[in-house]
């Protein structure tokens, strides 16, 4: 059974950084296409960045040059590095994981993945 387990949220300043962590079980996590979600108040879940089995990685725009998605095979493990953060950052944080085909990369769209954690909260104040 797929079970993805987030953690690292809180409170920080404009400015400040956090780092959520993701720890994975029950599938093979070097062949899985991973990804980190945000969903703010009264707004759809966004990605916010993916990470390929092969280690490539892929940003939304407005995170990219802040945000660095990481992840340690041998701890099953997905991170998400998170600095010069934002009020506009602020929700939960969702990771996700699924097997995609060989031949389709990692994705930022909701529909890519059936397995889901539970989020972590992220409140960024000004």
């Known amino acids: 059974q797929v079970q993805l387990l987030e953690s690292g949220g809180g409170s920080v300043q404009a400015g400040g950084s956090l780092r959520l962590s993701c720890k994975a079980s029950?599938?093979?996590?070097?062949?899985?296409?991973m990804a980190w979600f945000r969903q703010s108040p009264g707004r759809a879940r966004k990605g916010v960045a993916a990470?390929?089995?092969?280690?490539?990685?892929f940003y939304d725009d407005y995170v990219s040059g802040r945000f660095t998605i990481s992840k340690d095979s041998a701890a099953n493990t997905l991170y998400l590095q998170m600095n010069s953060l934002r009020p506009e950052d602020t929700g939960i944080y969702y990771c996700?994981?699924?097997?995609?085909?060989?031949?389709?990369?990692?994705?930022?769209?909701?529909?890519?993945?059936?397995?889901w954690g539970q989020g972590t909260q992220v409140t960024v104040s000004s």
């Open positions: 996700a994981a699924d097997l995609f085909p060989p031949t389709v990369p990692a994705n930022l769209f909701v529909s890519g993945y059936t397995n």
């Open positions: 029950g599938f093979p996590f070097s062949n899985y296409c």
């Open positions: 990470i390929d089995r092969d280690g490539t990685t």
